[in-house]
Nanobody
Framework: HVQLVESGGGSVQAGGSLRLSCTAS????????MGWFRQAEGRACELVSV???????YYADAVKGRFTISLDDAKTTAYPEMNGLKPEDTAVYYC????????????????????YGQGTQVTVS
């Protein structure tokens, strides 16, 4: 049974930085990826970034060059570092873990963000 514990988030001014974290238990990153979705008010859930066990990463075009995702040495915690934050980054961010390759493969399909729990709010003003 996979459990994901999110932390981080909060409020920041435009141009600032925030770091989220997501710690997974019951998960093997040899078979799974960890990633983050987000949902802004009135907008669809969207995939933000994904990291695989080998450290390879995917970034949505909207965050490419500003966000960086990494894993700790134990490969149990993923850290999205969000820099150059913009008001349009304001959203609830959800940590997710799925079969390797799945999140990127289905990124254009509708996803219910709240499937992945309550998420953490990021507000950029």
């Amino acid at each position: 049974h996979v459990q994901l514990v999110e932390s981080g988030g909060g409020s920041v001014q435009a141009g600032g930085s925030l770091r989220l974290s997501c710690t997974a238990s019951g998960l093997s990153l040899e078979e799974s990826d960890m990633g983050w979705f987000r949902q802004a008010e009135g907008r669809a859930c969207e995939l933000v970034s994904v990291i695989s066990g080998d450290g390879s990463a995917y970034y949505a075009d909207a965050v490419k060059g500003r966000f960086t995702i990494s894993l700790d040495d134990a490969k149990t915690t993923a850290y999205p570092e969000m820099n150059g934050l913009k008001p349009e980054d304001t959203a609830v961010y959800y940590c997710a873990a799925e079969q390797a390759g799945l999140m990127v493969a289905i990124r254009a399909l509708p996803v219910a963000c709240d499937y992945y729990g309550q998420g953490t709010q990021v507000t950029v003003s």
